[in-house]
């Protein structure tokens, strides 16, 4: 059995696995030692090969577990994993689960790992299904919580790991009373990636030699392209919200965002005239579709961005 998870909300997606190797260890192996792991990293053919072809030790089958291989330069070794999904012996029992941190890729391999029956995709929630996901699990830890504290919370954007470590810390200083708007501003700080802020402010500042070492930067510190990029569309989504608030006299109320993420982005859009941040947010969106559906590398449009907005 092949088992395919995927997608930028890698928060769900860890506990699909966990949940998986949890049933795993409760029907199959209770020792857990035939869970095998495998990274990008790490992962060669002959590894593959032995992981994937050796029958298991302490029970009748195994569970391999391989991660983010889509994203390998290793052209041979997918093309191996590709043959094996192609071409494996209905005999061979072992559960393989790919695991990959993107949500999308031109890989030959991915494409094909995406047709598999037990192929499964983890988006980011809107803000809608983000909502519904922050009062489940507020009720799941016993919690409760009013409206305006939730709307609070959405807007530090759909970050699982963040808000459910929130979430953690506002049930536990609550205890059985209900989490009010005053408990979020008082307990919850700002995540921000202050480099992110100085990315859009270099850009903001036309200071293309400071954006493109803050770009390059950003991307050699590990970072995926995938995580960037929705980091950069999101500021200028903010900023585009400003800027409308601005000319509307809209109250800052009105756009959900905590206090030092409005004070910052206030600041930064004084840089734009609304017209520059509607035209830099279309070529945002243009070419988060080419990262998607081309093969174009990723630094390349990064940089043509920056040097041409």
């Not at 998870?5 to 190797?21: F, N, V």
């Amino acid at each position: 059995m092949i088992i395919f998870l995927y997608g930028l909300d890698t928060y769900r997606s860890r506990q699909k696995l966990e949940e998986l190797k949890k049933k795993f260890i409760r029907e199959v192996d209770k020792s857990g030692l035939d869970i095998i792991k495998l990274t990008k990293e790490d992962i060669t053919i002959s590894k593959f090969r032995e992981a994937a072809l050796t029958p298991a030790f302490f029970s009748r089958k195994r569970m391999i577990i391989i991660e983010n291989i889509c994203q390998s330069k290793d052209s041979q070794l997918k093309n191996t994993v590709l043959k094996f999904i192609e071409k494996r012996h209905k005999k061979n029992d072992n559960i393989i689960i790919f695991w990959e941190d993107v949500a999308k890729s031109n890989d030959k391999l991915f494409t094909r790992l995406t047709l598999e029956r037990y192929s499964q995709e983890f988006p980011l929630l809107n803000n809608y299904k983000l909502t519904e996901w922050i009062k489940k699990e507020v009720i799941k830890q016993k919690g409760k919580i009013e409206k305006a504290a939730v709307d609070f919370l959405i807007s530090l954007g759909p970050n699982l790991w963040l808000l459910s470590n929130e979430i953690n810390k506002l049930i536990s200083y609550k205890r059985d009373k209900v989490i009010t708007l005053d408990d979020v501003k008082l307990l919850v700080k700002p995540k921000i990636d202050e480099n992110v802020f100085n990315l859009v402010d270099a850009i903001g500042r036309k200071d293309k030699n400071l954006a493109l070492k803050l770009l390059n930067e950003q991307l050699e510190s590990g970072i995926s392209w995938s995580q960037l990029w929705s980091m950069i569309i999101r500021q200028f989504r903010i900023l585009l919200q400003i800027k409308f608030s601005f000319l509307t006299n809209s109250s800052d109320s009105e756009l959900n965002l905590h206090p030092y993420v409005l004070k910052k982005t206030k600041t930064q859009a004084k840089n734009y005239s609304l017209e520059e941040l509607k035209n830099i947010y279309e070529r945002l969106l243009k070419i988060d579709s080419q990262l998607k559906t081309t093969s174009i590398d990723p630094k390349v449009l990064f940089n043509l961005f920056i040097v041409k907005y």
